[in-house]
């Protein structure tokens, strides 16, 4: 079975910030997963990575795959409050194996 | 636009009743999905299928069963409902690269 972990489990940070989250996982997988949760709302994806090295950017958000050391990386920059949700982790192999999930909130 | 529906956004039902969740998709996707997500428990896979009429147990299966009598079409049976089945269930299908997750469905059991 493949464990994800996720860290930080809870993040408040202030507008303007940077700060990255951190998503590790146990088992050989090429496919790492971001998505973003509302509370009371479903999750919505946010990033696919499919090789080592992969880095894609939405915005204020960079996400990162090292395979090698089984690492992905959610990187903010220049926080606003927008993007206060929770963050989760996903990493995929036969199913998808989730992190618990970084609840992210912007303060000003 | 890819589309992942759910019959229900909250539900309410008592102890014992049968209940069902359906999930349909528009993507031809032939993996989808069924998870529950408590607090501070995380999402956690109940069943999953990759083919019609087929069919995966995933880390919870105990008290639920599901039907994919169609490419599109996911359900998710609830013999007799208990109360620690009240949670919020989450459908999803994939193609191989990515998954879409329904907008969920909040069931309360009473």
């Known amino acids: 079975e493949l464990k994800v972990e996720q860290n930080p489990l809870f993040l408040s940070m202030q507008e303007g910030k940077n700060y990255t989250i951190y998503c590790n996982y146990s088992?050989?997988?090429?496919?790492l997963y971001w998505y973003r949760q509302d509370p009371g709302k479903s999750l919505e994806s946010l990033f696919v990575?499919?090789?080592?090295?992969a880095v894609k950017q939405e915005g204020r958000l960079m996400a990162s795959l090292d395979t090698k050391a089984r690492l992905s990386t959610l990187h903010i920059t220049a926080a606003v409050h927008d993007l206060s949700a929770t963050y989760f982790c996903?990493?995929?192999?036969?199913?998808?194996?989730f992190g618990t999930g970084t609840s992210l909130t912007v303060i000003p | 636009d890819v589309k992942v529906t759910q019959s229900s956004r909250y539900l309410v039902k008592r102890t014992g009743e049968k209940v069902f969740l359906e999930c349909v998709q528009d993507?031809?996707?032939?993996?989808m999905f069924w998870y529950r997500q408590d607090p501070g428990l995380g999402l956690r896979l109940i069943y999953f299928?990759?083919?019609?009429?087929?069919?995966e147990k995933g880390d919870i299966p105990e008290g639920y069963s599901v039907s994919r009598e169609k490419k599109e079409r996911f359900s998710l049976i609830l013999e007799s409902a208990s109360t620690n089945q009240t949670s919020m269930y989450l459908c999803?299908?994939?193609?191989?690269?990515?998954?879409?997750f329904g907008p969920g469905t909040r069931l309360t059991v009473l």
């Open positions: 999803a299908s994939s193609s191989p690269n990515e998954q879409f």
């Open positions: 088992t050989t997988s090429d496919r």
């Open positions: 990575l499919l090789s080592n090295g």
């Open positions: 996903a990493a995929r192999y036969n199913q998808f194996y």
């Open positions: 993507m031809d996707h032939e993996n």
């Open positions: 299928s990759y083919d019609v009429k087929m069919k």
